[in-house]
């Protein structure tokens, strides 16, 4: 398991990607860093071991807020680039 990367939340790279501004493009390629993913997997094992501390529990959980949300929004992003014809 990862821990080294514990210093930065896994949800920040989404947060610092939509606060430097976006494109419909730029949101349907926005993938996490592996640093970030490493991270992510390390939140899902001791979720799955029953080891998350109340911290990780929270950034589990935030990640998951947030990464609905960019589903969502990236479904949308693909409406404005392949509108449907009227």
Same mark, same amino acid.
């Given at each position: 398991?990862?821990? @080294?990367?514990?210093?930065?939340?896994?949800?920040?790279? *989404?947060?610092?990607?939509? $606060? $430097?501004?976006?494109?419909? /493009?730029?949101?349907?390629?926005?993938?996490? @860093?592996?640093? $970030? /993913?490493?991270?992510?997997?390390?939140?899902?094992?001791? #979720?799955?071991?029953? +080891?998350?501390?109340? +911290?990780?529990?929270?950034?589990?959980?935030?990640?998951?807020?947030? +990464?609905?949300?960019?589903?969502?929004?990236? #479904?949308?992003?693909?409406?404005? *680039?392949?509108?449907?014809?009227?």
């Amino acid at each position: 398991m990862n821990t @080294s990367v514990k210093t930065v939340k896994v949800y920040d790279e *989404i947060v610092d990607f939509i $606060a $430097a501004g976006t494109t419909p /493009q730029s949101l349907i390629d926005f993938r996490l @860093s592996e640093t $970030a /993913q490493d991270r992510l997997e390390d939140l899902i094992h001791s #979720a799955k071991n029953n +080891e998350l501390t109340k +911290e990780d529990k929270r950034e589990l959980d935030n990640f998951l807020t947030l +990464e609905h949300i960019l589903t969502l929004a990236k #479904a949308k992003a693909y409406k404005y *680039i392949n509108p449907e014809p009227k």
